[in-house]
């Protein structure tokens, strides 16, 4: 009896082989599994000190020790570390200290000013506290800038500011059992007091290198995307990088930076070589500014009730009305599709299946749109995604595909 997998494909045209598509995906696997994991990365140490210089601040900061007290300390002055101040403001608690690396909130945004950086999950859903500051976005996809300004607003507006440490490290905390007191350590000599400590320290603010041959004897500029040197690139977050003029520049990665990157880098150097271990998945797009008339018409608490249905959502729940409607939910409507097509009562009994089928149709249509933006073949087939649409962080952009069609770009896989 053919088995769940082939029945559907039968009825339902799909267009495709399932057992090749698995083939094909295990052959892909295979090519790029490192042993070394996590391993294989090269320190940022020595030599490679630089590239977690923050090039966002001036030189030489330095204040005396603290060793004061407060009654809450929070750890991290990205969206968790501001929301979690944020939401103890309005509890009332009043003694409130940030400790933040960087020089100033924001977290990844204030890290990543890369050329194009911008959030690829909607605006509306993702920048936290719109209601409360009282902001809309400017697009369904804010661009760093923004996010950033946002993110120094809800500093402004819940007052973080005046007692915040920024360019402040955490090195370590302990408890002090007989005064019922965390001590915290920094890198600038505090050791200061809290009752409570909320730890929101991300994991993005360190930047990884690539354990690659060259990297360590490489004598041309070089910086991480995380540190971007607009002094040596020229241009702003929007690209103009008029400092590549006339240069050979190489992009090590093609993950989400590089996704957004791209397209400035390729549009203003004279070659640029793009180095693939996986291809990304891109769908696409289609940013757009947020309509005025439908910002107008919102009521109170439309953005947790817009967080809620995608969250929803995108955990494989259930909604009768998709709010956000992009690329992160299409793949939902496309297991629903399937679910509604004749095939659905032989799949009904191996939810896994219909499942996979509905991933495997997705990938497929995101590698047809590779095929009908790429001109060259065998760079076509090199930026073709073979694995489930999550085994790797999805990604949207409606410039980047377009990029290998320059002659002066060239895809190193």
């Avoid at 039968?10 to 052959?27: H, I, M, T, V």
């Avoid at 241009?235 to 992009?251: C, D, E, F, M, Q």
């Avoid at 073709?384 to 377009?402: A, M």
């Amino acid at each position: 009896m053919a088995d769940s997998a082939d029945t559907i494909q039968a009825e339902s045209g799909l267009g495709f082989d399932p057992d090749k598509l698995r083939e094909k995906y295990r052959a892909e696997r295979d090519k790029r599994l490192r042993t070394e994991g996590n391993s294989q990365y090269q320190e940022i140490a020595g030599d490679f000190a630089h590239y977690l210089d923050d090039p966002y601040v001036a030189p030489g900061f330095a204040r005396a020790p603290l060793t004061d007290e407060v009654e809450v300390v929070v750890i991290g002055g990205g969206f968790g570390g501001l929301l979690a101040a944020a939401r103890l403001r309005e509890a009332g608690v009043k003694d409130i200290r940030v400790i933040e690396k960087g020089g100033d909130f924001g977290g990844t945004w204030y890290w990543n000013r890369y050329p194009g950086a911008a959030c690829d999950v909607e605006s509306y859903v993702y920048l936290p506290l719109l209601e409360e500051v009282g902001y809309m976005p400017v697009e369904k996809y804010s661009r760093a800038p923004e996010i950033l300004a946002h993110s120094r607003a809800i500093g402004e507006k819940y007052d973080l500011y005046s007692n915040a440490c920024f360019q402040t490290e955490v090195t370590g905390m302990s408890w002090d059992e007989a005064a019922g007191r965390w001590i915290i350590s920094t890198n600038r000599g505090d050791a200061m007091k809290a009752r409570f400590v909320c730890m929101a320290n991300g994991p993005l603010h360190r930047p990884k290198l690539p354990g690659i041959p060259g990297v360590e004897t490489f004598k041309g500029h070089s910086f991480h995307t995380s540190r971007w040197d607009y002094d040596y690139t020229g241009g702003t977050s929007n690209g103009g990088l008029t400092g590549l003029a006339g240069k050979r520049v190489g992009i090590i990665g093609t993950g989400a930076t590089a996704v957004q990157c791209v397209p400035h880098v390729g549009a203003a150097a004279a070659q640029l070589f793009v180095f693939q271990r996986t291809p990304s998945s891109i769908d696409v797009r289609n940013n757009r500014p947020t309509d005025p008339e439908w910002a107008g018409e919102l009521t109170p608490g439309w953005q947790q009730a817009r967080m809620d249905n995608f969250n929803t959502l995108v955990s494989g729940g259930f909604a009768k009305e998709d709010l956000v409607n992009d690329g992160w939910t299409d793949i939902i409507r496309n297991l629903g599709m399937i679910a509604r097509s004749k095939a659905a009562g032989a799949g009904a009994q191996d939810p896994d299946t219909l499942v996979q089928l509905a991933d495997f149709q997705k990938m497929e249509q995101i590698r047809g749109r590779v095929d009908q933006v790429v001109r060259d073949e065998a760079t076509a087939e090199a930026l073709k995604p073979y694995y489930n649409q999550f085994c790797k962080r999805p990604c949207f952009h409606d410039e980047y595909l377009d990029t290998f069609n320059r002659p002066s770009v060239t895809l190193i896989d």
